[in-house]
């Protein structure tokens, strides 16, 4: 088995994201060291991120329960049609992902089981389901407190939210094949990540 090598993290150092990001990308809102925000539709964002030049891709979609977004997004899609949405922005992360690159999807477990059996088809290994409880509503600017819930109890009930943690293998195109070995991402990298040195 072979192990994914992180490059070291250097914050403080200016990053403007040309080695990522190819010329064309839409304008970004705000960069710093430690990285570049873009406002906007990823699946305008993605095409012009280089091929397995990503880290970590956290998703955080909507969860086609019917939230209004305005104009932006059809909150209320036909389950056929959210799933291929949502594989068609997923086609995008795991392409810039590197091998042993993580992928974070954030999302219900109805989602998130149809898109974790598509992971698989896509050489992702599977690591880690995370169950995040949200009891309350998020507090917001005229709201300080919560004191609703989020949904109610017919939609979503508590603890129904997840986290599903997968890692990119080594793609068939790729110098190793799926086939002839994983790569595998040590806790040591993670932890690297979270308070680089």
Not at 71 to 82: H, K, Q
Not at 95 to 114: E, M, S, T
Not at 162 to 167: A, D, E, I, K, T
Not at 191 to 197: D, E, I
Request: hydrophobic residues 40%; neutral net charge.
């Amino acid at each position: 088995m072979s192990i994914a090598a992180q490059t070291r993290l250097r914050f403080g150092e200016p990053w403007d994201g040309a080695p990522v990001i190819a010329p064309g990308a839409p304008k970004r809102v705000y960069s710093s060291s430690h990285g570049v925000l873009f406002e906007g539709d990823c699946l305008h964002l993605l095409p012009h991120v280089r091929d397995e030049s990503v880290d970590t891709v956290f998703a955080d979609p909507p969860f086609n329960l019917g939230k209004a977004y305005g104009e932006r997004f059809d909150d209320r899609l036909p389950d056929t049609e959210y799933v291929a949405w949502c594989r068609h922005w997923l086609d995008e992360c795991i392409r810039v992902l590197k091998p042993g690159g993580a992928l974070f999807v954030y999302n219900l477990p109805k989602w998130n089981i149809l898109l974790g059996a598509y992971f698989m088809e896509r050489h992702l290994m599977f690591r880690h389901d995370i169950a995040v409880s949200i009891k309350l509503s998020l507090p917001t600017i005229e709201k300080a407190v919560p004191t609703e819930p989020l949904y109610e109890r017919d939609e979503v009930s508590e603890g129904t939210y997840r986290l599903y943690f997968h890692v990119a293998m080594a793609r068939p195109s790729s110098r190793r094949s799926a086939a002839q070995g994983t790569l595998g991402l040590g806790s040591s990298s993670v932890r690297r990540a979270k308070t680089p040195t």
